[in-house]
């Protein structure tokens, strides 16, 4: 009982801060698109009763339909005639009405401040479950009932958005989303060591960080890539270079890319990185402007989560 107790009040923690954690600006965001999204879901569930009231009234005029000897008994509200609704066709669509409204809400926040979430964890917690194929009347009955009554609220996606951040806020899981890749990268876990070396103005990054690309004879130029915990290590520098988690400058930003580069690349547009060197054996030699620059980053990133 202590265990429920402990993890309620857990959760009404989250809750307040999720509240106080959020911008006016996506207070605003949410307010639209739930607004928008009640209106929707109201009339498509309106137009529903429309059309079954329409089809009520062919029945009472024309009486009950054999609809296995007259499957075109709604003659008047055919396809043939023009316009033409299926109920049922409006009802998945309202289903698809939910899912978008949460997954634009998950998508705003993951986009604008850059962090990773899990849409289906929080799609499976809010959703009603869709019976399998084959499911019992009563299953199906009452999954269309819960579908029925179903209206999200913005305010309990964000609670369980916060819940995956442990209560952070949004640039604060940002940052600590950055940090965390950069210190996973640079560091073996599970031997607690460093897979690094600082050598005054440059850090050594130490096998398999760097992947040469052999070319046949005729090839100008021989290719290469960074693997990804070295564009993990290279958002890092991004972000050291500019504050933002985006738009880092051109010769960063290339770097983060799947096409293939060069073996050294110079950060003309950088005031802090000078050059990337990288080696066949996996190695990656990264050169700051100082030896106090190189380590500020060993500190503020690679070190950060240690």
Same mark, same amino acid.
């Given at each position: =009982?202590?265990? =429920?107790?402990?993890?309620?009040?857990?959760? &009404?923690?989250?809750?307040?801060? %999720?509240?106080?954690?959020?911008?006016?600006?996506?207070?605003?965001?949410?307010?639209?698109?739930?607004?928008?999204?009640?209106?929707?879901?109201?009339?498509?569930?309106?137009?529903?009763?429309?059309?079954?009231? =329409?089809?009520?009234?062919?029945?009472?005029?024309?009486?009950?339909?054999?609809?296995?000897?007259?499957?075109?008994?709604?003659?008047?509200?055919?396809?043939?005639?023009?316009?033409?609704?299926?109920?049922?066709?409006?009802?998945?669509?309202?289903?698809?009405?939910?899912?978008?409204?949460?997954?634009?809400?998950?998508?705003?926040?993951?986009?604008?401040?850059?962090?990773?979430?899990?849409?289906?964890?929080?799609?499976?917690?809010?959703?009603?479950?869709?019976?399998?194929?084959?499911?019992?009347?009563? &299953?199906?009955?009452?999954?269309?009932?819960?579908?029925?009554?179903?209206?999200?609220?913005?305010?309990?996606?964000?609670?369980?958005?916060?819940?995956?951040?442990?209560?952070?806020?949004?640039?604060?899981?940002?940052?600590?989303?950055?940090?965390?890749?950069?210190?996973?990268?640079?560091?073996?876990?599970?031997?607690?060591?460093?897979?690094?070396?600082?050598?005054?103005?440059?850090?050594?990054?130490? %096998?398999?960080?760097?992947?040469?690309?052999?070319?046949?004879?005729?090839?100008?130029?021989?290719?290469?890539?960074?693997?990804?915990?070295?564009?993990?290590?290279?958002?890092?520098?991004?972000?050291?270079?500019?504050?933002?988690?985006?738009?880092?400058?051109?010769?960063?930003?290339?770097?983060?890319?799947?096409?293939?580069?060069? &073996?050294?690349?110079?950060?003309?547009?950088?005031?802090?990185?000078?050059?990337?060197? =990288?080696?066949?054996?996996?190695?990656?030699?990264?050169?700051?402007?100082?030896?106090?620059?190189?380590?500020?980053?060993?500190?503020?990133?690679?070190?950060?989560?240690?």
């Amino acid at each position: =009982m202590n265990g =429920m107790n402990d993890l309620l009040a857990k959760f &009404d923690a989250v809750e307040v801060k %999720s509240v106080n954690l959020i911008s006016e600006g996506d207070k605003l965001f949410c307010e639209k698109n739930q607004a928008a999204y009640e209106d929707a879901v109201t009339s498509y569930r309106e137009l529903t009763g429309f059309w079954e009231s =329409m089809e009520k009234a062919q029945c009472d005029i024309l009486g009950e339909p054999d609809r296995e000897q007259n499957p075109i008994y709604f003659r008047y509200l055919s396809k043939e005639s023009g316009a033409y609704i299926d109920a049922e066709a409006v009802w998945k669509h309202i289903e698809k009405v939910h899912s978008d409204y949460l997954d634009r809400i998950v998508e705003y926040f993951s986009d604008s401040y850059h962090i990773g979430l899990n849409t289906d964890k929080i799609r499976r917690a809010l959703l009603p479950k869709k019976p399998d194929y084959g499911a019992e009347e009563e &299953d199906i009955a009452a999954y269309q009932e819960k579908m029925e009554d179903l209206m999200l609220r913005y305010q309990d996606i964000l609670d369980l958005i916060f819940q995956q951040t442990d209560g952070r806020s949004f640039p604060e899981q940002a940052m600590y989303e950055l940090k965390s890749g950069c210190h996973k990268a640079a560091w073996d876990e599970a031997k607690h060591e460093r897979r690094y070396e600082l050598k005054k103005d440059t850090i050594r990054f130490l %096998s398999d960080f760097s992947r040469y690309i052999y070319r046949h004879r005729g090839w100008q130029d021989p290719d290469w890539q960074l693997k990804d915990k070295m564009k993990a290590v290279m958002s890092g520098v991004g972000h050291y270079e500019t504050g933002r988690y985006k738009n880092f400058p051109r010769d960063v930003e290339d770097l983060l890319t799947d096409r293939n580069i060069l &073996d050294v690349v110079d950060f003309e547009d950088c005031g802090k990185v000078r050059q990337l060197k =990288m080696f066949k054996n996996g190695n990656v030699y990264l050169k700051f402007v100082s030896a106090a620059c190189a380590e500020k980053f060993v500190r503020d990133y690679l070190d950060a989560a240690a």
